[in-house]
C-alpha cells in the first residue's frame, strides 16, 4: 500500500523514488536549500530555530529559477496520484489557484521519501498552515480579521 494523505479534500498517493531518482531529487533539493537548514539539521532550538527556519525559506526563495524549480516540482509530482489519478497527466489544472495545496502536497512527497528530517517537516508545515488560515480570513472579508485583534 502507497502512503497517502489527504490534503484539501483530496486523497494523494505517493509512490517512492527508487534509489538513484531519490538521489537526484535530494542533490538537487540541497542545492536549493542551501545552508538555510543548517541551523535546523544542527538541532538549533527556541529562537535559534525560527531563524534558521526563516534563512532556510528565504534560500530557498533566492535561490529559485523559473524552469528549473518547475521541473522540480514536476519530478516530486511524477510519483503522486490524486483521488487515483496521476497528478502529472492534468497537473496544470489540479493545482491552478491552489498554490499552498501544492505546497503541503510537495512537502507530503517530501517527507515520504525522507529527503530531510520530520521535525523540520514539521515546522514549514505549520507555516504553510498559518498562511493558509491567514488567507481565508482575509477572503471571509473585513468583519473576520476581528479574530486577528488583540485586546
Same mark, same amino acid.
Given at each position: 500500500?502507497?502512503?497517502?494523505?489527504?490534503?484539501? %479534500?483530496? @486523497?494523494?498517493?505517493?509512490?517512492?523514488?527508487?534509489?538513484?531518482? %531519490?538521489?537526484?531529487?535530494?542533490?538537487?533539493?540541497?542545492?536549493?536549500?542551501?545552508?538555510?537548514?543548517? %541551523?535546523? @539539521?544542527?538541532? +538549533?532550538?527556541?529562537?535559534?530555530?525560527?531563524? +534558521?527556519? $526563516?534563512? $532556510?525559506?528565504?534560500?530557498?526563495?533566492? +535561490?529559485? =529559477?523559473?524552469?528549473?524549480?518547475?521541473? @522540480?516540482?514536476?519530478?516530486?509530482?511524477?510519483?503522486?496520484?490524486?483521488?487515483?489519478?496521476?497528478?502529472?497527466?492534468?497537473?496544470?489544472?489540479?493545482?491552478?489557484?491552489?498554490?499552498?495545496?501544492?505546497?503541503?502536497?510537495?512537502?507530503?512527497?517530501?517527507?515520504?521519501?525522507?529527503?530531510?528530517?520530520?521535525?523540520?517537516?514539521?515546522?514549514?508545515?505549520?507555516?504553510?498552515?498559518?498562511?493558509?488560515?491567514?488567507?481565508?480570513?482575509?477572503?471571509?472579508?473585513? =468583519?473576520?480579521?476581528?479574530?486577528?485583534?488583540?485586546?
Amino acid at each position: 500500500m502507497l502512503p497517502s494523505k489527504e490534503i484539501d %479534500g483530496h @486523497l494523494y498517493e505517493v509512490d517512492l523514488f527508487t534509489t538513484t531518482e %531519490g538521489l537526484k531529487v535530494w542533490i538537487r533539493l540541497q542545492k536549493i536549500v542551501g545552508s538555510g537548514f543548517a %541551523g535546523l @539539521l544542527e538541532g +538549533a532550538g527556541g529562537d535559534e530555530k525560527e531563524q +534558521a527556519l $526563516a534563512s $532556510a525559506v528565504g534560500s530557498l526563495v533566492g +535561490a529559485m =529559477d523559473e524552469d528549473s524549480t518547475i521541473e @522540480l516540482i514536476k519530478k516530486l509530482c511524477s510519483r503522486l496520484k490524486r483521488d487515483n489519478q496521476s497528478v502529472l497527466a492534468d497537473y496544470d489544472m489540479f493545482f491552478r489557484g491552489k498554490y499552498l495545496t501544492l505546497g503541503k502536497v510537495l512537502m507530503f512527497v517530501i517527507e515520504e521519501n525522507f529527503f530531510f528530517g520530520k521535525d523540520i517537516l514539521q515546522e514549514l508545515g505549520k507555516r504553510v498552515d498559518q498562511i493558509s488560515e491567514f488567507q481565508n480570513i482575509l477572503k471571509s472579508g473585513p =468583519d473576520s480579521t476581528d479574530s486577528l485583534k488583540t485586546e
